[in-house]
């Protein structure tokens, strides 16, 4: 009598290492990922593993996806880490997103014409990112209007479009509220948000 072999599982999925250091993944590859690849963003070619969310941060994400969907117009759709192709070799998942009812459900990345408002929530370990480096991305893309929201305390800055020019001759964002009590827009929509409503 022969043992049979014992299966083992395939290593789990991760970039090729060679094609991170030539920086050439595209959105393309993105679209091919396997099932059991990570959730990533691709910045400049380079596929970038993202970190799990804390239950804090999943929590205002929620909270605000649901107080969104009660108080967004007919036209808008909330939509939750959605890819958002930046350009052809840059994506990025806001943690909550606005989006044109017109664009089809079975799309898994999305364009930026098709986004109105990017949010990001910021933790440790994406301060930089969510501060500095999405906000420029989002506006060279041309997302008319993105929210940043600060934890302990829960605390949101808005922003929108603006005409200043930055230095790569993009226009930026300009912050048009902030507040830990209560955020009033006019745009997208009129909103007037409690920031209670989406403390955990």
Partial sequence: MSAEPIATPPDPWCPDPLR????????EDLLDLPDDAPRVELVD?????????????????????????RHAPGHLRVAQAVGVALNANTSRQPDVLLRSVDVPSDRSLLRPEDVVLAVEIVSPGTRRTDRFAKPGEYAAAGIPFYWRIEQDPVHVYAYRRGDRIGPGGERQYELVADSAELIEL???????LPVAEIVP
Avoid at 20 to 27: E, F, M, N, P, V
Avoid at 54 to 69: F, M, N, P, V
């Fill in 186 to 192: 006019t745009e997208p929509f009129e909103i007037k």
């Fill in 45 to 69: 070619g380079v596929i970038q593993v993202t970190p799990s969310p804390t239950l804090g941060h999943q929590d205002i994400s929620l909270l605000l996806a649901h107080w969104l969907l």
């Fill in 20 to 27: 991170q250091q030539r920086a050439d993944y595209t959105l």
